[in-house]
């Protein structure tokens, strides 16, 4: 199935009430796309102790968050060693997604670039 891979840029939107995020993400469920993302996103943007991101939250149900282990970490390094990038957080971004995905990105550049280094058919769509 095809996923909707989210970046830190739709959960910050959504933690913000952004109502036309809220669409975009409810319109890609109604269509048929799963939400993927993995924890150090969540982590980029969980702030609250006492559980007021509701938001957010609710959210978070609907998604997938992908279990970010040694074997993934390792791959996200060796990305960004191969990209001359530094953000091992886009880089397993990138390396969750799947061909025929999407990722919802704020940093359309650094996301194209690691996903041309993979090869993986997925595209961009900026936030």
Avoid: K
């Avoid at 913000?16 to 669409?23: F, G, L």
């Avoid at 390792?74 to 969750?96: K, M, Q, S, Y």
């Amino acid at each position: 199935m095809t996923a909707l891979v989210l970046d830190a840029g739709a959960l910050i939107a959504i933690d913000r009430n952004d109502r036309a995020m809220a669409a975009r993400l409810y319109a890609a469920l109604e269509n048929g796309f799963d939400l993927r993302t993995h924890p150090m996103v969540v982590a980029q943007v969980w702030r609250d102790p006492h559980g007021r991101q509701a938001n957010l939250a609710r959210l978070l149900h609907a998604v997938d968050v992908v279990p970010l282990d040694d074997r993934l970490g390792r791959a996200a390094g060796l990305l960004c060693a191969d990209t001359d990038t530094n953000d091992p957080i886009d880089a397993a971004i990138v390396l969750i997604a799947e061909p025929g995905d999407r990722v919802l990105t704020s940093d359309r550049d650094d996301i194209s670039s690691l996903l041309d280094a993979t090869g993986t058919e997925a595209r961009v769509v900026a936030i």
